[in-house]
């Protein structure tokens, strides 16, 4: 089941949300780099993130697998 969820900051920024539940995780490898994903590698992406202002030179908001 996926849910998408949309929160407007007090500063008037929109955050989207996206939570997945997977009831058979052994059933999809392409969810293992969830798992293996070291707290200084999920350091290192989001300061990419935030250097490319979380946008794509097209103007749309850049996906977390994107970088």
């Known amino acids: ?3 998408r ?6 500063d ?6 996206d939570i997945w539940f997977v009831d058979e995780p052994d059933r999809q490898p392409d969810l293992l780099h969830l798992e293996t994903l070291a707290p200084s590698t999920q350091s290192k992406i ?3 993130k ?3 202002h979380w ?7 850049m996906p977390s697998v994107e970088v």
């Open 5 to 10: 969820i949309h929160a407007k900051g007090s």
């Open 46 to 48: 989001l300061a990419i």
């Open 55 to 61: 946008v794509l030179p097209d103007g749309s908001r």
């Open 1 to 3: 089941m996926y849910l």
């Open 12 to 17: 008037g920024e929109v955050w989207s949300i």
């Open 50 to 52: 935030r250097a490319q």
